[in-house]
Each structure stands twice: as C-alpha cells, then as structure tokens.
C-alpha cells in the first residue's frame, strides 16, 4: 500500500516551534519554494494526489464506520472497517459498544475513558 506525501514547512529546520505536520503556502517575495526552484523543498500541488488505495482511509489503515448502537457493529467487516462511536450517544451505550466491539475483534477509533 502507498504512502501519502508529507509537506514540511519552508524553514521548519530553522525555527523548532514550527510544526512538521503543519502546512503553510509561503508567501514571500524572495521564497525559494513558492517560486518551485529545484533547490527548495516540494509545494503541495494538484499532481500530489493521495494514492487510489489509501484514499478516504483513516491514518490507522482502516476504513470508518459510524456506529450509533450494538446493532451497527453485525455490519462491520474486522479486518478492514473500524468503528467510529457517534458524538450523539450516551456514556452507558459507547461502553456497550465498546464491549461488543472488544468480543468481535472490531478496532474502535473513538475509545476514549471506557477501556
């Protein structure tokens, strides 16, 4: 499976503060990256596309599913799909779910407090 491109941030060597994860377009009138010299590090453009395969993926690999009660896990396929609990439920059905999930071998994305 590919990987997806990181962009780091123009100077991110020089200023500690400057987060890698981060993306800023440079806007200087003298930058060496947002004139694309060959020198400068890579501008995010539109040639740069997530790869097909990992596409719409979540970072962990799996596919998100929305789950709002124990009834949603049946549906979900453990080896590519995990489940996302819904903000709207409650604390006594998330550790349900939770505890459903944990029986199925279903990778939760939301755990939280209820371990």
């Known amino acids: 499976m590919s990987k997806k491109r990181e962009f780091k941030r123009?100077?991110?060597?020089?200023?500690?503060?400057?987060?890698s994860k981060s993306w800023k377009k440079p806007v200087g009138k003298h930058s060496k990256v947002r004139l694309k010299l060959k020198s400068a590090r890579p501008m995010p453009t539109v040639g740069y596309r997530t790869p097909k395969q990992i596409r719409g993926l979540h970072p962990s690999g799996y596919e998100e599913v929305l789950v709002h009660n124990t009834d949603d896990l049946e549906d979900i396929d453990s080896e590519t799909e995990a489940a996302r609990i819904g903000s709207t439920v409650g604390a006594r059905?998330?550790?349900?779910?939770?505890?459903?999930?944990?029986e199925n071998s279903i990778y939760v994305l939301n755990r939280g407090d209820f371990e």
């Open 10 to 19: 123009q100077q991110k060597h020089k200023h500690s503060k400057l987060n």
């Open 93 to 102: 059905k998330r550790a349900k779910i939770i505890e459903e999930a944990d």
